[in-house]
C-alpha cells in the first residue's frame, strides 16, 4: 500500500507544476518596469535585473520576497562506491552529516551567512552517524527517514527497487511540503553521498545522452587509475540495466541514488508551490534532470546557483537551458554554490526594494533623441 500511496503523491506533484503553465508574463513585465524606473540606465545592472524578473516570473509576483531562506541537504550511501569510484571512504558520508549537525561543514557556514536554516535528510546513510553537538549555532536540523542503508552496486543490477525510488521522492516531497508550510520564500538543495558524482555521471548519461566519458570526472579528487575505475563501473552499470532515457523514473532507481530522489522531492514540491529553487552542483543537477523528465514545466522555474568544475555538469545546464548565477570551479557539493548564490539573489531584491527611483531621488531620466 505504501507504494501506491508515494506513487500517488508523486503524480500529485507533477500534477501540481505542469497546472502552472508559464512563467507569470505580466508580473515579469511590471518588475521589468519597475527596474527601469530606478536611478540606472535600462538592464545596466545586467543579470541582477534578470534575476529579479524571474523571481516574478516563478512566484507570480513583482515584488517577491526572498526574506525565509532554506537549505535542504539529502544524505545517503552509494552501493557502488566498493568498486573504488571515490576517493575516500564511505564512512565519511556519516561523518560529514555529524559535521553538518555540529556546524563545522562549509554549508554550515555558508547557510548561516546566507540567513539560512540548514536540514539534512537522512534517506540511505549507511552506517550510523556519530554524535553531533552543536557549539557553533550554525549546526543543522536532522530528519531521519532512512529508506535502506545505502543503494545496491549498480554494477550488478539495479540500484534500487522502483518501490524505494519513489518512497524516496515522496520522503522529499514531504519535506518540501514542509518547508514551504513554513513560509519559506528561497529555498536551496545540496547533497551529500560518497559515490554520488557516479551516479549523477550515470543518470547524465542517458538522460542527456550525452557520452559517459563527456559526463564523468574526478569527484572528491580521483587519479587516472581511479577515473578509469569509476568510467568503467558506469560503462558496466549500463550494460548491466540498460536503463530508458524515456522513463526518468526508471533511470532513476536503475543507477541513481536515494538522496538523488528526496531531492527530485524537493523540487517537485516548491515549484508546484511557485517557490524558487536554487540548485547546486552536479549532483543536484542530476536530480533536475530527472524531475524535468517526470513534469517539463520544472525547468524554467529553476535557479543554478553555480557552474560545477564537473564536467557532467554543464551538460546538464545545457540540456536545463540554465545560466548559473555563479562560476567558482566549486566541486564540494553539500550546496555550498547554492547557499553562495542566495547572497546574490538576495542582493538582487534589495535592489528592486532599495534603489531610488529617478522620481523620488530628483534625477533625469533618459533623453530621447
Do not use: C, W
Request: hydrophobic fraction near 55%; aromatic fraction near 2%.
Amino acid at each position: 500500500m505504501a507504494a501506491f500511496a508515494d506513487a500517488d503523491s508523486l503524480a500529485h506533484a507533477v500534477a501540481a507544476v505542469e497546472a502552472l503553465g508559464p512563467l507569470d508574463a505580466r508580473a515579469m513585465t511590471a518588475a521589468s518596469a519597475h527596474l527601469d524606473g530606478l536611478t540606472k540606465p535600462p538592464g545596466s545592472l545586467g543579470r541582477l535585473e534578470s534575476i529579479v524578473v524571474m523571481l516574478a516570473g516563478i512566484t507570480g509576483r513583482p515584488d517577491a520576497t526572498v526574506g525565509r531562506r532554506a537549505v535542504i541537504v539529502a544524505a545517503a550511501d552509494h552501493g557502488v562506491a566498493r568498486r573504488g569510484v571515490s576517493a575516500y571512504p564511505q564512512e565519511v558520508t556519516a561523518q560529514m552529516v555529524a559535521n553538518f549537525l555540529a556546524g563545522g561543514a562549509a554549508i554550515s557556514v555558508l547557510a548561516a551567512r546566507a540567513g539560512a536554516t540548514l536540514t539534512i535528510i537522512d534517506v540511505g546513510v549507511a552506517s550510523k552517524i556519530p554524535a553531533a553537538a552543536d557549539t557553533s549555532g550554525r549546526g543543522g536540523r536532522l530528519i531521519s527517514a532512512r529508506i535502506r542503508a545505502g543503494t545496491a552496486d549498480m554494477t550488478v543490477g539495479p540500484a534500487m527497487t522502483h518501490g524505494e525510488a519513489l518512497a524516496a521522492i515522496a520522503v522529499g516531497l514531504r519535506v518540501g511540503e514542509a518547508a514551504v508550510a513554513d513560509g519559506v520564500d528561497l529555498l536551496a538543495i545540496g547533497e551529500m553521498g560518497i559515490g554520488n558524482t557516479t551516479a549523477a555521471s550515470a543518470l547524465t548519461a542517458v538522460l542527456a545522452e550525452a557520452p559517459l566519458e563527456l559526463v564523468t570526472g574526478a569527484g572528491t579528487g580521483l587519479d587516472a587509475a581511479g577515473l578509469a575505475r569509476k568510467r568503467a563501473a558506469i560503462g558496466a552499470a549500463l550494460a548491466v540495466n540498460a536503463p530508458d532515457p524515456k522513463d526518468p523514473l526508471a533511470v532513476l532507481a536503475a543507477v541513481g541514488g536515494l538522496e538523488i530522489a528526496a531531492l527530485i522531492g524537493v523540487i517537485l514540491a516548491a515549484v508546484g508551490a511557485r517557490v524558487p529553487v536554487i540548485l547546486d552542483g552536479f549532483i543536484a543537477g542530476s536530480a533536475a534532470l530527472v524531475a524535468v523528465g517526470l513534469a517539463p514545466g520544472v525547468a524554467p522555474r529553476l535557479l543554478a546557483g553555480h557552474r560545477s568544475a564537473e564536467p557532467g555538469h554543464a551538460v546538464i545546464l545545457r540540456r536545463l537551458e540554465l545560466e548559473p548565477l555563479l562560476d567558482l570551479d566549486l566541486r564540494l557539493g553539500e550546496g555550498s554554490g547554492a547557499a553562495l548564490a542566495m547572497d546574490l539573489v538576495g542582493a538582487a531584491v534589495s535592489i528592486r526594494d532599495e534603489m531610488a527611483t529617478f522620481a523620488s531621488a530628483g534625477v533625469s531620466g533618459r533623453e530621447e533623441r
